[in-house]
């Protein structure tokens, strides 16, 4: 079975790994991967937003699976325009993929099907953006409506920080056109939360809940990033959550969906607020979260190919979808000035930390030349480690980043403290 991976992340790392393994797979592609992922793919250098160039390889590369992992593709129809062409995929349809891709698309549906979630409204007029969070409550969230790389959520603290959020996002165009309409919410307090789930639009599995880190810097201060550490599980998320989340959130979001007629086949990743009145709807995501899927994946014991194949032909009854015991800790490690101005290009020197019982390198942003990593992102590797508990999966982590090391690393040390 010859295998496509769209991305080039450390989403896609480990993914490719867990794939490659499968005995049915002859060849995997990455498109356009990255250093790490050169180890288990051939990276072919097609970007990911490439939906033309990406469909002409696989037609040309007697491609028999692909799996379209990040959020812009997804977006842009590639699953759509790639099983117009017999090849099957993983992933949701452009139409289903809209529950990401449109914030406000996302609060509408949850109204309209009593998901709970914060209260918001919609804008399109500055004035009466600003108008509106001079007169709201602080702290108050500033929410693009489209995609910006896991950057175009503020929670703002006063007037101020709002003000900027909306200037960024509808004067300055920070987002481009994601920023034309935004939304502003009430800000939920409580521990979060986040569950990716697989569905085939018939069947969900929840996987191991986590918790993201997403602030850049210790103590959840600083900007937002596209994330800088996870942990798995997520100790708030007790068995009785859980079960309030199957019946009123999960369930009734691939119903939804369904009768939107927008079948949600792939992962849908639901990121909740544990709040006074009951977990609610923060955001969805329609695939797998980044850097979660370091934490959550390393976890599975069920075969990763096995449960997307069966995701793809709506059979995910079938499959029997089995989490080990213990616990993950991923720390991500960045390249100094994300998530605003950075450099890139040092050399990374991995010491023994490869070599650790229990963990795991996965590359973000990073390239290969003459047999040597260097940074070629933001977000450069995410270290994760498993272990029976989640102190010693964190102390095994840090373990790790200690034997790291290149020009500019940064990292939080608080993860798993919380």
Request: negative net charge; proline residues 4%.
């Amino acid at each position: 079975m010859n295998v496509m991976i769209i991305g080039g992340g450390g989403r896609e790392h480990v993914i490719t790994k867990y794939i490659s393994r499968n005995p049915r797979v002859t060849k995997v592609y990455a498109l356009p991967g990255n250093g790490g992922i050169s180890q288990y793919a051939e990276c072919v250098k097609i970007s990911a937003e490439d939906i033309e160039g990406i469909v002409n390889f696989a037609k040309t590369h007697a491609i028999d699976f692909a799996i379209v992992a990040p959020d812009d593709p997804l977006a842009l129809g590639a699953v759509d325009k790639l099983e117009a062409e017999g090849i099957k995929c993983f992933g949701p349809t452009q139409e289903a993929a809209k529950i990401e891709s449109s914030k406000i698309f996302a609060k509408e549906l949850m109204t309209k099907y009593n998901i709970p979630t914060a209260k918001y409204k919609v804008f399109s007029s500055i004035d009466d953006a600003l108008s509106h969070a001079a007169t709201s409550d602080c702290p108050i969230v500033i929410k693009a409506d489209g995609l910006a790389k896991g950057k175009g959520v503020t929670v703002a603290e006063n007037f101020k920080e709002a003000r900027d959020a909306i200037i960024a996002c509808m004067k300055n165009k920070t987002f481009g056109k994601s920023g034309e309409n935004i939304l502003i919410e009430e800000c939920l307090k409580g521990p979060e939360v986040t569950v990716l789930a697989f569905t085939d639009g018939k069947t969900i599995i929840p996987m191991i809940s986590s918790m993201d880190h997403k602030r850049a810097y210790d103590g959840d201060k600083g900007p937002n990033t596209g994330g800088m550490g996870v942990v798995a599980p997520n100790k708030y998320y007790t068995p009785e959550i859980a079960d309030y989340c199957m019946k009123k959130i999960f369930v009734p979001t691939i119903n939804a969906l369904n009768s939107e007629g927008r079948k949600f086949k792939g992962c849908l990743y639901f990121g909740l607020m544990l709040t006074q009145d009951g977990p609610k709807v923060i955001e969805y995501n329609c695939r797998f979260g980044d850097p979660e899927a370091e934490a959550v994946l390393p976890l599975l014991e069920s075969d990763l190919l096995d449960i997307m194949l069966a995701v793809r032909d709506e059979r995910l009854n079938e499959v029997n979808v089995k989490f080990k015991d213990g616990a993950s800790c991923c720390v991500v490690l960045a390249s100094h000035g994300y998530p605003m101005l950075y450099l890139t290009g040092y050399e990374i020197n991995f010491g023994e930390a490869e070599s650790l019982p229990g963990v795991e390198i996965f590359h973000a942003g990073t390239k290969l030349e003459d047999g040597k990593f260097f940074t070629a992102g933001g977000r450069v590797l995410a270290v994760n480690a498993v272990s029976d508990d989640l102190a010693s999966a964190r102390e095994k982590a840090y373990e790790a980043v200690s034997m790291i090391n290149f020009e500019g690393m940064s990292y939080r040390t608080d993860i798993g403290t919380k």
